[in-house]
């Protein structure tokens, strides 16, 4: 089956019936989470059980914090829609994924429209790039409070190991994560290293990866976004470790195995950023392809998503859905 012609699959029947019970690899995922309350595991089920994905224990997530991020016009000019929040809650909704995440703005703008219709994750912390920042921190621009008012499931929070302000970060996102535990929220973690210490290639490099993968379940994240490893090696001491122990990293899925390995032997969800925006769809699908078949819980795509116009968007995601609900290869 072409994975470009597929339709987003069916949402199991108890779902589409009003109600479910969680599936057993979802209550397996919940099983690792032992020290959360009942309403923080009720959320991480929210993401779980929500969309075309639903029950299957993979994510599609739609990420658009570009704005702030990049600035509107490189973020959205290619694609107008892309100005009104309210086109991001649709794209998300329609091509079934788990969950939609943005900065406080765009949340505010669709979260009444939208009540209910998809789980949110407020991003709580962005950065701009007005200035070039050798050692980059965000600032934080919501709060658990915020998120409670806006009907959302979890928070999302940006860290930079390997910034010279890295520390300062991860002492923000102890104490943030610990209020959203307190009011049964989950806890996404953006682990993007970058800094002054970090060559360019080395942001990507499969032991730099793995290692912000697991500071982030360190710092408390029950769901972990990194981007997906190169076979660089940036430490010259890790490169002595891989290559004593002969860790596999050849391949996508050898990396993405390493990546979800480096993550509590795989009892915390990891999924993989799509990146900047490419123009050839069957190369994000095969990172989509390497990702399920190195045991990756699936994918955040922004750019490569609301950047193409709805119809191109839809038929993207829903051949990324396919990909990992099994119903395309």
């Given at each position: 089956m072409n994975p470009e012609?597929?339709?987003?699959?069916?949402?199991p029947a108890a779902q589409a019936a009003g109600g479910h019970r969680s599936s057993e690899r979802v209550r397996e995922i919940l099983s690792w989470y032992g020290s959360d309350s009942p309403g923080t595991k009720a959320n991480i089920a929210r993401l779980l059980n929500?969309?075309?994905?639903?029950?299957?224990?993979?994510l599609v997530i739609l990420p658009v914090d570009q704005g702030?991020?990049?600035?509107?016009?490189?973020?959205?000019?290619?694609?107008?829609a892309g100005y009104d929040p309210r086109f991001h809650f649709e794209l998300a909704i329609e091509a079934?994924?788990?969950?939609?995440?943005?900065?406080?703005?765009?949340?505010?703008?669709g979260a009444a429209e939208f009540?209910?219709?998809?789980?949110?994750?407020?991003?709580v912390n962005n950065h701009d790039v007005l200035h070039d920042e050798k050692d980059p921190i965000s600032a934080?621009?919501?709060?658990?409070?915020?998120a409670l008012r806006l009907g959302c499931c979890a928070i999302g929070f940006t860290i930079y190991p390997g910034s010279t302000h890295a520390q300062k970060m991860y002492e923000q996102i102890r104490a943030m994560a610990e209020e959203a535990k307190r009011f049964g929220l989950a806890v996404v973690i953006w682990s993007y290293p970058r800094g002054s210490g970090i060559s360019k290639a080395g942001e990507t490099g499969i032991d730099v990866v793995a290692y912000a993968a697991h500071i982030a379940a360190q710092l408390g994240g029950h769901v972990l976004k990194v981007k997906?490893?190169?076979?660089?090696?940036?430490?010259?001491?890790?490169?002595?470790?891989?290559?004593?122990?002969?860790?596999?990293?050849?391949?996508?899925?050898?990396?993405?195995r390493h990546v979800v390995q480096s993550s509590f032997d795989g009892r915390r969800i990891v999924i993989f950023s799509g990146g900047a925006k490419k123009d050839n769809d069957e190369e994000i699908l095969n990172e989509a392809r390497g990702i399920r078949d190195g045991g990756g819980f699936g994918s955040i795509i922004g750019r490569n998503s609301f950047q193409r116009k709805k119809p191109e968007a839809l038929k993207l995601l829903r051949g990324v859905i396919a990909i990992y609900s099994g119903t395309a290869r």
């Open positions: 012609t597929v339709l987003a699959p069916k949402a929500h969309g075309a994905l639903a029950g299957t224990g993979k702030f991020e990049h600035g509107p016009a490189r973020s959205f000019s290619s694609n107008p079934g994924c788990n969950a939609y995440a943005a900065p406080l703005g765009f949340i505010e703008a009540a209910g219709e998809i789980p949110l994750i407020l991003k934080v621009t919501g709060s658990v409070s915020d997906l490893p190169t076979e660089h090696i940036e430490q010259e001491e890790a490169r002595k470790a891989y290559e004593k122990n002969a860790i596999p990293v050849a391949t996508l899925a050898d990396r993405v």
